[in-house]
């Protein structure tokens, strides 16, 4: 079973930055798709940015502009750099992960929350 640890959450004010990062724990086959999704309260899970094993990225409209994906395969990390934090940005993010580089199937971390307030 491959684990997902999230982390990078905080409290941050409108118009601020966070830095979420996922580590898996994936040996033995290789981790292909990686993405990063959120729920805001009240509201099902949504894709937030993605990157598949050939380096296509796919972001969310919302995210464009505003949050940069990167991934660090000697780390098996995956980063969202998310900038210019509004309060409609307040989610719970997940971190996923798929061996057959399919965005959405696979592992998923236990979220790190993001909380954008005055």
């Known amino acids: 079973q491959v684990q997902l640890t999230e982390s990078g959450g905080g409290v941050v004010q409108p118009g601020g930055s966070l830095r979420l990062s996922c580590v898996h724990s994936?040996?033995?086959?290789?981790?292909?798709?990686m993405g990063w999704f959120r729920r805001a309260p009240g509201k099902q899970r949504t894709l937030v940015a993605s990157?598949?094993?050939?380096?296509?990225?796919n972001y969310a409209d919302f995210a464009k502009g505003r949050f940069t994906l990167s991934r660090d395969a000697d780390k098996n990390a995956l980063y969202l750099q998310m900038n210019n934090l509004q309060p409609n940005d307040t989610a719970r993010y997940y971190c996923?992960?798929?061996?057959?580089?399919?965005?959405?199937?696979?592992?998923w971390g236990e979220g790190t929350l993001v909380n954008v307030s005055s």
């Open positions: 996923n992960a798929d061996h057959l580089d399919d965005v959405g199937a696979g592992y």
């Open positions: 994936a040996i033995r086959f290789p981790i292909n798709a």
């Open positions: 990157v598949r094993r050939d380096g296509r990225q």
